[in-house]
């Protein structure tokens, strides 16, 4: 998508956007990463998970 292009955001895809009258524009933006290093417990994962 151009957007991504033009937005270049490291390591996301954009799968859509919406304009919101009085706000602008909103993005959906996912990840390309499958894993990430969990905040709280410093645990790589490919699932949300809680502690």
């Not at 909103?26 to 417990?41: L, T």
Request: proline residues 2%.
């Amino acid at each position: 998508m151009i957007l991504d292009k033009f937005l270049n955001l490291q390591g996301t895809c954009i799968q859509g956007y919406r304009h919101l009258e009085n706000i602008g524009i909103v993005f959906q933006i996912e990840s390309k990463n499958k894993k990430a290093i969990c905040p709280r417990c410093g645990l790589e994962s490919d699932k949300l998970h809680q502690n």
